[in-house]
């Protein structure tokens, strides 16, 4: 007979009953188990009527025997083991083993999955500190990942080494074994047997109003009325350690039952300011309230798992679109804790955001802002017109915008002797530009076309420079304040088209295309990328290029669609001359008229 098993891994102690689990198989299923070279890593049997039973391993799957499991069969393990609660689930008395049945439309039962149950002393090495902080602690992993192991060596150690009052809310006796007296790994925590599993929530608000814990424990967090529940204890001060069936903590954001874990979603209506500050659109989703748990950890493996620190700014971060920052946290074979930092801007191949006064071009002495006394160069007044009494931020920057008949103009700032811009991966240090009022799809869009070293921030904290729409500069002037107290250049364009959001990043960057002489990227100015969008704009380049400009003479071009017409609009904007459409539908047509 196989006896109780202790085994040391590293840090870390393992123990199991497995001499009593083997004791509910037939002779024939028993003695094969018995003698096999790989016991000690069983995962769990499955005896199912009519087929042969399997033993299940890390690495795969076996038969056992090479006779169909039988009703004497299940009859003889049913008999052995507890009776069956209302999630099918049944124990061995003193033991951590779960045996869950599945039952035919009578309701026998016609098939068996015996899962080895263990007690692995050390496991949360990886979170010590983190357990240790008092905040709630959501654990996330697929089925078999270790999740309930964790949990029962959490609640040990806080009761018995932090010295903390610890409630378990046993659903299903998974945590502390079978029986009404629970199995020693819990060590000083008390467990709450729940006789339901619809009662779990009531069981969960009970423990608080009768038994004073500091901590709750709780597994398999499934429905609302629980997440709910989960919510109220929370906020009546007690630590909250459960778990909840998921990969990532992005299956909670997706999941309307368990979403109120991490704060819940809701949709949100932007004001028109706010929406352009943003640059997205007036409907977003948010984060509802403060997250359940401030903590969640994701099991990736047993010896892998991936911490949100800070659940809150990880799910604010996600309904933006951006990457969050992670800690991954593993442990080697000899117990040793590696904690690295992966996500963010950083990992996903984006230039990082760095707070004000830390990154980008001003603070590398690149990019510095002259005295307000000085001559602005902007075409309007010299310092000698103007007098020696220097002007406001808001005077000075009035007189950098320019009238409607100018394609871009700017708050003039001067730069020292900057080096071309970046190369294809960046090399150099990028500009952070904050975009107010302008499309954030067609600024990404032309920093990706041209390679710029740019990078858009939404927070003017960190932003080297302001592209706004000069309409919105003119009468905002909380922005022209934040833009003045930070000391940042503030660029204007009257639309937020393609062509002069390329061109004022262009001259942002000392890229001057005054003269045009480079080769248009027609990639830039098309939406799709088509072949037909593609031929449309190259006529109008080589219209542009070989007619219009060298000899002066107005070109008429091929009749096109609307939406191919609005882009060779642009394009001839691009070198600043005008065109007009013209003609009935469908042989409308763009003609392009010389400077």
Known sequence: MVGSENVDLGRTQMTDDLDILLEIFPDSIRKHLEKHPQLGNLVEVV??????????????????????????????????????????????????????????????????????GRAIFGTINMIQDLVESGQSILMLGRPGVGKTTALREIARVLADDLHKRVVIIDTSNEIAGDGDIPHPAIGRARRMQVATPELQHKVMIEAVENHMPEVIVIDEIGT????????????????????????QIENLIKNPTLSDLVGGIQSVTLGDDEARRRGCQKTVLERKAPPTFAIAVEMLERQRWVVHEQVSETIDALLRGREP??????????????????????????????????????SSGKMKPLPNQMDLNVGRQT???????????????????????????????????????????????????????????NLEQVVKSLNLPI?????????????????????????????????????????????????????????????????????????????????????????????????????????????????????????????????????????????
């Open 224 to 247: 609302e009325l629980e997440a709910q529940a989960a919510r109220t204890i929370a906020e009546r001060g007690v630590q909250l350690v459960g778990t909840a069936h998921g990969n």
């Open 47 to 116: 005896m199912d009527l009519g087929r042969l039973p399997e033993a299940r391993f890390p690495g795969g799957a076996e038969y056992l025997s090479q006779t169909p499991i039988s009703k004497a069969d299940l009859e003889y393990s049913i008999s052995r083991v507890g009776s069956f609660s209302g999630d099918n689930r049944a124990g061995i008395e003193k033991t951590l083993h779960r045996i869950s049945g599945m039952r035919n439309r009578k309701g026998e039962v016609i098939g068996l999955t015996c899962r080895v």
């Open 455 to 595: 990078a858009i921030t939404k927070d003017i904290d960190s932003a080297d420079t302001v592209l706004a729409l000069r309409s919105h500069v003119k009468n905002h002037s909380k922005l022209r304040q934040m833009a003045k107290n930070r000391q940042v250049p503030i660029y204007t364009i009257n639309s937020s088209s393609i062509p002069k959001i390329a061109h004022s990043l262009r001259r942002m960057l000392h890229m001057d295309d005054a003269e045009l002489t480079e080769l248009t990227d027609l990639q830039l100015f098309s939406e799709s990328g088509s072949e037909h969008e593609l031929e449309a704009l190259e006529e109008a380049r080589l219209a542009v290029e070989q007619i219009v400009i060298p000899k002066g003479q107005p070109v008429e071009l091929l009749p096109r669609s609307p939406k191919v017409r609005k882009m060779q609009h642009e394009l001839v904007e691009h070198y600043r001359l005008k065109s007009a459409s013209f003609g009935d539908e469908p042989n409308r047509r763009l003609r392009i008229y010389p400077a």
């Open 325 to 362: 920052v992670l800690q991954v946290r593993t442990v080697s074979d000899t117990g040793e804790v590696t904690i690295s930092q992966q996500g963010g801007a950083e990992s996903s191949g984006k230039i990082p955001v760095q707070p004000f006064g830390v990154s980008g071009w001003r």
């Open 383 to 441: 310092r000698a017109d103007r007098g020696s009494e220097p002007k406001s931020f808001e005077q000075l920057l009035n007189e950098s915008l320019p009238p409607s008949d100018h394609l871009f103009n700017r708050a003039d700032f001067d730069y020292d002797s900057v080096e071309n811009y970046a190369g294809p991966n960046g090399e150099d240090l990028p500009i952070h530009v904050y975009s107010y009022g302008i499309s954030h799809q």
